[in-house]
C-alpha cells in the first residue's frame, strides 16, 4: 500500500506569496503534530503567521479528529 500524503498549502497574508509542502505521516506528526493551527514563517518577507491547519490541510485535520 502506499503511503499517505498530506499537502499543506500556505499563503502569506502580507506579501502573499504561497507554498505548498508535501509531507508523509510520519513528517507531519513531527513537524506539526495534532493541532489546529501552527506557526509558518513567510520565505520572502520572513513574516511569521499563523495557518489554520483546516484550511491549509484539510486532510490532515480530518486525521487529527479522528485521533482525539
Ligand atoms: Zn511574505
Known amino acids: 500500500m502506499a ?3 498530506y499537502t499543506i498549502n500556505s499563503a502569506c ?3 502573499g ?3 505548498a509542502q508535501v509531507l508523509s505521516e ?3 506528526t513531527r513537524r506539526y503534530g495534532h493541532v489546529a493551527n501552527f ?4 520565505g ?3 513574516l511569521k503567521y499563523t495557518e ?3 484550511n491549509a490541510c484539510p486532510e490532515w485535520d480530518q486525521e487529527c479528529r479522528l485521533k482525539e
Not at 506557526?39 to 513567510?42: I, L
Open 52 to 54: 489554520e491547519m483546516e
Open 44 to 46: 520572502e518577507c520572513m
Open 13 to 15: 497574508p502580507q506579501c
Open 26 to 28: 510520519e513528517e507531519m
Open 17 to 19: 506569496c504561497s507554498g
Open 39 to 42: 506557526d509558518m514563517e513567510c
Open 3 to 5: 503511503k499517505k500524503r
